[in-house]
């Protein structure tokens, strides 16, 4: 009766034993599986993320120094104020950070000259007297460049800035 029992024993240790491993190797099969998807999702994701900085840093190449160019002589231009002639009087830069667009409006400075003094003369005395009307003349002006740039043959978007580096009205 013993060994019955060593028996009935031994054959529900066995079944419990493939039944105790067949789960065992299910799960570990889907630990497999899912480590699987894990790492190969995992190692997508970074070089997906990878690839993106990578971009990034390519779109984002150091800066070149900027290049400023000065349009001497200063802008004196007149216009009227309530009756009363007053005198305007503008130093301006241009800034770029390309060799290329500097050397067009530099050999273009007679044509910038001309449509900057259109635009300076066509002020009112009210407008440009505060904050706000500068820079909405300042904006005004950039664009005036970033046109004479563009149909000389260069990129309009290389004209980064124009600074007023002197602003005098009497």
């Known amino acids: 009766m013993a060994d019955e029992e060593e028996l009935a024993e031994g054959e529900e240790g066995e079944g419990e034993g493939e039944g ?9 099969m889907l630990f497999i599986v899912l480590a699987a998807v894990l790492l190969a999702g995992g190692g997508g ?5 990878q690839g993106g900085k990578g971009d990034a840093k390519a779109e984002a190449a ?6 400023y160019v000065n349009l ?10 309530e009756s009363m002639v ?8 241009v800034m770029t950070r390309d060799p290329h667009t500097e050397e067009i409006i530099k050999k273009n400075d007679p044509r910038i000259r001309n449509d900057l003094l ?16 500068k820079d909405k003349l300042r904006s005004a002006a950039l664009e005036a460049v970033r046109a004479d740039v563009l149909d000389a043959g260069g990129e309009a978007a290389k004209v980064e800035n124009l600074f007023f580096t002197a602003f005098v009205m009497q």
């Open 20 to 28: 105790e491993t067949a789960p065992p190797k299910s799960r570990k």
């Open 45 to 49: 994701a970074f070089f997906f993320l």
């Open 62 to 67: 150091p800066l070149l120094p900027p290049i």
């Open 72 to 81: 001497d002589p200063p802008f004196v231009v007149n216009f009227e104020a």
């Open 86 to 93: 007053r005198f305007l009087q503008v130093t301006v830069s």
């Open 118 to 133: 259109l635009l300076l003369s066509n002020q009112h005395y009210k407008d440009i007297s505060t904050r706000e009307g």
